[in-house]
Structures are given as structure tokens and as C-alpha cells.
């Protein structure tokens, strides 16, 4: 079984990062898999989580505007 679809496309993005950088995901990553236990977590999983928590702390999302009613 594969993963399930997603509503938007992926991009590839590939970076170089120190080794101490890693092993700091990597330690996440094992943090996630203790709490989440039967969840098949990857190293991209946890960067993409990192990410997207970095990036919320550092611009956080606009609130959607509500479309005015006639």
C-alpha cells in the first residue's frame, strides 16, 4: 500500500546539512515515532513537520478571509 494522495503537489527540494544538523532531525524524528508508535514516520517526514512548524513561528498563516454574504 502506497501513500494516499495529496491535495497539492509535492516539490522535490534537496539541501546539504551539517552532520550535528541530522543528528538533531533524526533525534525529532525518534521523539515522533515514541509518541506516535504505529505511524511509519521517515527522516522527510520530520523534516517537512520541522519546516512547516519553523516557518508558522517565523510568518504565521493569515487568516483566511470570509467571503461576504449577498
Not at 527522516?43 to 454574504?69: E, H, N, T
Request: glycine share 8%; no cysteine; proline share 9%.
Amino acid at each position: 500500500m502506497g501513500r494516499p494522495k495529496l491535495d497539492e503537489r509535492m516539490e522535490t527540494v534537496s539541501v546539504r546539512l551539517p552532520r550535528a544538523t541530522v543528528e538533531r532531525i533524526d533525534g525529532y524524528l525518534e521523539t515522533l515515532r515514541a509518541e506516535v508508535p504505529l505511524l511509519l514516520l521517515g527522516r522527510g517526514d520530520a523534516v517537512r513537520q520541522l519546516i512547516a512548524m519553523g516557518l508558522d513561528a517565523a510568518m504565521p498563516p493569515k487568516p483566511k478571509r470570509r467571503k461576504k454574504s449577498a
